[in-house]
């Protein structure tokens, strides 16, 4: 399954809005914690584990395009 999401860092909680695609994260964008964040918490929500789970495009976007295997 492919996604196409937003992602919104620097939010006071970690959530996913799945009607408007939009992923709300804590950690900032620096050094690459937004990223490994974003893995977690789609790991959690589609409940695999987080190996299952890359960035195809915009790994330094907002917009995201996510492979969830």
Known sequence: MIL???VRPGSRESRFDAENKLAYL???PEKN???I???KLMAKQFHVSSSK???LQG???RNKK???L
Request: hydrophobic share 40%.
């Open 59 to 61: 790994q330094t976007s």
């Open 66 to 68: 996510i492979e969830i």
């Open 4 to 6: 196409t999401i937003k």
């Open 37 to 39: 964040e974003l893995i």
């Open 33 to 35: 914690k937004a990223n």
């Open 26 to 28: 804590k950690s900032s």
């Open 53 to 55: 789970i890359r960035i």
